[in-house]
């Protein structure tokens, strides 16, 4: 956090603590309490929708078990507090990964499908398990006593203000960690995130746990603070409730749920009281009016684009007068806010504040400041002394066949990679190379056949398996992390160097602080060695082509492989720059690490490759050093004939 934001942070906090006392009345204080509760919930649904990138219809039933673990536990156990509280979230975790475990084999709309069917079971449950629950009576529970003092409601504020700043504080260590990395990074690009030995599956799954233990936390401090639950509060309408107030508030952002927990609890009782009403509704219609005359003098928006948002809020503010009586016309007014912030801001109300902000404090967007100068590669890479296949291979291939409906992609295809190598693969478009690197590492599952690496039998293993095994790739369409910076690109890649958990990163504990020191210095050394140091901090979409595609080379070699896969990686780089990836290459060999290099430019595989395999249609149809494939009869006509022309 830079200081600006730390103390920005101070201040709100104090502005939070000192509320009940310029505003002591208990129906507000109760408002504000549970603004907070809906506030930890959403952060935790934003893991899940911001980072992860699904919707969950689930959350208002998770919020729901965590309620009534805590009801259950105080009323029929007489639990205290203090440890009602974490069980709660204990126990919604657990009902997490139980929703989470096969739900997450799905996604999209698939995804929103079981959460939702989840929710109904939920409230099913909770209505029939009379025994535990009360059924629909509900459950009656009393704020707790503190040395024998009873927590009253404005005590209550404050208990939840604490555990509001302490959700806070975490999930900002975790989404700025390793781990909050991942999230990210399975959103971005998920074959490339499980190719780099981040698994998709796992980490989504990890996300949703991580969700549903805070909407634990929520929903036990909700139970407390409401002294009576009953099943009803937890319905669809809740969940949709949470899902707009996190799209409202804006995604991937600390302040987005919180300003969405205001929104949604505070508009039910703006829209009642037709004057409050009326107030905001012409400080909103100001406010939009002000930046419409800022974005069309500065020229950042048309009056086209202008017109219609400007109307709209003046509309709001004249309808507010129109009407006598505001209660009849909330559901409509809050659809139309709605939708006037999904269209209008698609990142939400902070998403679009933040856009205006960086705009003037363009150090905002990067968020990594490093690239030390120490770390040379000698240090940085250690090739692990592997053992190789009973016939003294790294890696080969036996009578792979891959289809696809009618079409074999691949057949009965052997090949034998010696250890130290770079081993070229060529041929005509379509003719398969890049199915065998798919097959190779994981992406498909061969038809038949199998492929033994370091003696051992990797066909049919997961790509973050594969890749945790020593084998690293490049796409051919490139694959980067595009919102994240190139040196976070090269620092997922280093994924497998953390060892350290969740609870060191909550803590900062030395480990912590070591292997993420460690892992930057690599990654720094890493950019430097493809010649992109300068462009550490810049966001990996905003380079050119050929950049891309020597990042995603240094963030393969992060993975520290045994065996790299290139597919194509001199596509769009100019005369000079193939000259430097041709070192580069030689570099990587001299390092110990076996290469295997999909190639049209002859020059290239030809000068560097130490043997050659051609493949056409599906098949080998020869093998051998560069000067034996140029001479090669079946590959002039095949392939070669072409260029030698
Ligand atoms: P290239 O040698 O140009 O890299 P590919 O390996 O990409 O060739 O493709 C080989 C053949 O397999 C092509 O005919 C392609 O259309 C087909 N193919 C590749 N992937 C798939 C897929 N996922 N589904 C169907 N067909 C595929
Ligand atoms: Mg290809």
Redesign the pocket.
Known sequence: MSLNKKIAAVLAIAVAAMLPTFWPNPYYIHLMVVIGIYAILLLGLDIVVGYVGEVSLGHAALFGVGSYAAGVLHAKLAVPFLLAVPASIAITGLFGALLALPALRVSGPYLAMVTLAFGTIIQILINEMDFLTNGPLGLSVRKPVWFGHHISGTDYYYVVLVALIATLFVIQRILKSHLGRAFEALHDSPIASDCMGVSVYGYKVYAFVLSAAIAGLAGALFTYSEEYISPNTYNFELTILFLLAVIMGGRKTRTGPVLGAIIVVMLPNVLSDIDLFREISIGIAVITAVYAVYAFVTRQRTARQLALPLAATIALAVSGFMMENITDHRLTIFGAMILFVVYYLPNGIMGFLRGIIVKFRPQWIHRHTLISEHGDMQHVWAVPDHPVTANGFLLEARNIVMQ?GG?K?LSEVNLQISKGTVHGLI?P???????TMNVLTGIYKPTSGEIDFNGKLITGATPSSIAGEGIARTF?NVQLFGEMTAIENVLVGLHHTYRHNILDVVFHTPRCKREKHAAEVRAASLLRFVGLADLANEEARNLPYGKQRLLEIARALALNPSLLLLDEPAAGLTAPDIKELIAMIEKIRSHGITVILIEHHMDVVMSICDKVTV?DFGQKIAEGTPAEIQSNEKVIGAYLGGSAA
Not at 429 to 435: A, D, E, H, I, L
């Open positions: 696809f079409l992609a041929g478009n379509g003719s398969g190379k890049s199915t051919q493949l």
